[in-house]
């Protein structure tokens, strides 16, 4: 198993979520389930917490799961991206370019240490 952990400063959950998706895609994944759900932060009713989660299966197997991806986080502050790709189904290539992507359009981001 690959883990992959980034934490990004300023970026709306939901953007960094349809980018996740649209890149993996691009890999040549196989879409599985997604789920994006937004929550109100107790005691203030303007700001907003963001939680997603999207999976890819391996193509011609539904049910055999190659890359998960976490995403929670607030435009406002801090937003948390975790990707688990499972080596033997999503090759290290096509990861190292989501990374690359991800990178290109979110680096100047992305929080420090």
């Known amino acids: 198993m690959i883990r992959i952990r ?3 400063t300023g970026v709306n959950p939901e953007l960094l979520y349809a980018e996740i998706r649209d890149f ?3 890999q040549g ?3 599985g389930e997604d789920k994006l ?3 109100t932060l107790p005691d203030q009713s303007a700001d907003f917490i963001t939680r997603g989660t999207l999976t890819f299966n391996v193509k011609g197997e539904p049910g055999k799961e190659s890359l998960r991806v976490h995403i929670v986080g607030s435009a406002r502050g801090e937003t948390k991206l975790m990707l688990d790709a499972d080596e033997a189904h999503f090759p290290q290539e096509k990861l190292n370019a989501i990374q690359e992507d991800l990178d290109f359009i979110f680096g100047s981001y992305e929080a420090e240490g």
Request: glycine share 0%.
């Open 29 to 31: 994944a196989v879409r």
């Open 37 to 39: 759900e937004t929550y």
């Open 24 to 26: 993996t895609l691009k």
């Open 6 to 8: 980034k934490t990004y």
